[in-house]
């Protein structure tokens, strides 16, 4: 790769590359909505990383920590992972796992968690490539 990759902290000058990676998701949200997150994921307890390549957005993770009432240490999860298209198998998920790795354990988190969509085929692939092993169902109720 010649290009310059930085991963940076997400900004809210990030929110319409965003909006584009969360409709690649399946998550419409407006930019004003993305704008709230990036603010919301700028707390204390999560964060949203992108990288550039070239000073362009081309992918973001966002994750949060927290103490589960079951065990000891925090944990660590990704609440969303997206790399466009035009740069997938490039490495680029592979080095924000990293990145996210990296700030969870200088936050005290003793592992990390990630649920998947069960539409997306490939990804389950790329976890465990990473060193990610499957413990559990997640189960959802929608409230509203």
């Given at each position: 790769?010649?290009?310059?990759?930085?991963?940076?902290?997400?900004?809210?000058?990030?929110?319409?590359?965003?909006?584009?990676?969360?409709?690649?998701?399946?998550?419409?949200?407006?930019?004003?909505?993305?704008?709230?997150?990036?603010?919301?994921?700028?707390?204390?307890?999560?964060?949203?990383?992108?990288?550039?390549?070239?000073?362009?957005?081309?992918?973001?993770?966002?994750?949060?920590?927290?103490?589960?009432?079951?065990s000891l240490g925090m944990t660590g999860r990704i609440t969303a992972l997206c790399v466009t298209e035009k740069?997938?198998?490039?490495?680029?998920?592979?080095?924000?796992?990293?990145?996210?790795?990296?700030?969870?354990?200088?936050?005290?988190?003793?592992?990390?968690?990630?649920?998947?969509?069960?539409?997306?085929s490939l990804t389950p692939d790329f976890y465990r490539k990473h060193g990610y092993e499957e413990h559990s169902?997640?189960?959802?109720?929608?409230?509203?």
């Open positions: 790769m010649n290009s310059h990759v930085t991963i940076r902290p997400g900004r809210q000058e990030d929110a319409r590359s965003l909006v584009d990676l969360l409709e690649q998701l399946g998550h419409p949200l407006s930019e004003s909505q993305v704008m709230a997150k990036i603010e919301l994921f700028s707390a204390h307890v999560s964060r949203v990383l992108v990288c550039e390549i070239d000073h362009k957005v081309v992918a973001f993770i966002a994750l949060h920590w927290f103490d589960k009432f079951h740069v997938r198998d490039m490495g680029i998920g592979g080095m924000l796992l990293t990145a996210a790795e990296q700030l969870l354990k200088e936050h005290n988190c003793r592992e990390i968690e990630v649920t998947t969509n069960m539409k997306r169902r997640h189960f959802v109720k929608n409230l509203v």
